[in-house]
C-alpha cells in the first residue's frame, strides 16, 4: 500500500508502503460500535445522584392520625409523592457503567478505524514536525498547508513520542488534538475528520508492537 509522504509545508517529499496487516484491515461496523461505547461508557463518571426517602433528612414523625382527619393517610412527609420527598427511581453515583474489553478487540477495532480512514482518503502523513516553542502561529499555518478545516472536527495529530511544543502550539484549537501514537485508540481516530501522522516509518513499527504486544515484553 504505497502512500504518498508530505513535508511541514504541504509538498510531497517521498512515499511508504503501509503494511496491509494495520492498514488494510476490512471494515467491521459491529466491533467499533461495540469499543466506542464501552469506551465512552468507561469515561463516564457517575456523578448525578438523587436520595431516596430513607436518605433525606425529616420525616420522622406521622404527619397526622391515620384516622379520623377525613384526608388521605400518610406516614411520613419524605415519601416521594410529597414535597421535599425522596425521589423514585432517580440515578443514583453508586451505578457502575462500565464494560469490559478485551485488548485484542480493542486492538482489532484500532486496525479496522485506520483502515477505513486510509480508505476514505482521511490520513495524512508528514516526514516531521517540530516547533522550536509553543507556536500558534506556526500550527495554524501547518493546517492551512494542508486544507484541514479547524471548525469541522478538524484533526488528530499523532506523534511518534511526546512533544510539549507542538501539544501546546495546537492547544489553542478546539477541534485539533495532539496524540502519541502510544496512547491511540479506535475513538480517538474516529474522533476527528483527518488523521495527521507524523514520522509514518517510526509510527508503523510502534503500532506493529502495540497491537501484537511486543512493547509490553
Known amino acids: 500500500m504505497e502512500t504518498k509522504i508530505y513535508n511541514k509545508a504541504g509538498k510531497e517529499s517521498g512515499s511508504i508502503a503501509l503494511p496491509e496487516g494495520i492498514f488494510g484491515v476490512q471494515w467491521n461496523a459491529d466491533l467499533i460500535h461495540q469499543v466506542v461505547v464501552a469506551m465512552a461508557s468507561n469515561a463516564r463518571m457517575p456523578v448525578a445522584h438523587t436520595k431516596g426517602r430513607g436518605e433525606v433528612r425529616g420525616g420522622g414523625k406521622k404527619p397526622w ?8 393517610r400518610h406516614g411520613s412527609t419524605r415519601s ?14 453508586q451505578k457502575i457503567y462500565a464494560r469490559k474489553l478485551n485488548r485484542k478487540v480493542k486492538q482489532k477495532a484500532l486496525l479496522v478505524a485506520l483502515s477505513r480512514k486510509l480508505r476514505d482518503g482521511e490520513i495524512t502523513l508528514v516526514d516531521s514536525l517540530s516547533f522550536a516553542g509553543p507556536k500558534a502561529t506556526e500550527a495554524k499555518a501547518f493546517l492551512s498547508a494542508f486544507k484541514i478545516d479547524r471548525r ?10 511526546k512533544d510539549v511544543a507542538t501539544t501546546k502550539s495546537f492547544g489553542n484549537f478546539g477541534n485539533v488534538m495532539v496524540e502519541d501514537v502510544r496512547n491511540l485508540n479506535a475513538s480517538d481516530v474516529l474522533s476527528k ?12 513499527e510502534i503500532l506493529s508492537k502495540k497491537v501484537t504486544g511486543a512493547d509490553d515484553k
Open 65 to 72: 392520625q391515620q384516622k379520623g382527619t377525613g384526608r388521605a
Open 152 to 161: 469541522n472536527h478538524a484533526a488528530l495529530v499523532v506523534l511518534p513520542g
Open 193 to 204: 475528520k483527518m488523521l495527521v501522522i507524523v514520522d509514518p516509518q517510526a509510527a508503523v
Open 80 to 93: 416521594p409523592i410529597w414535597k421535599g420527598g425522596g425521589v423514585t427511581h432517580g440515578p443514583l453515583a
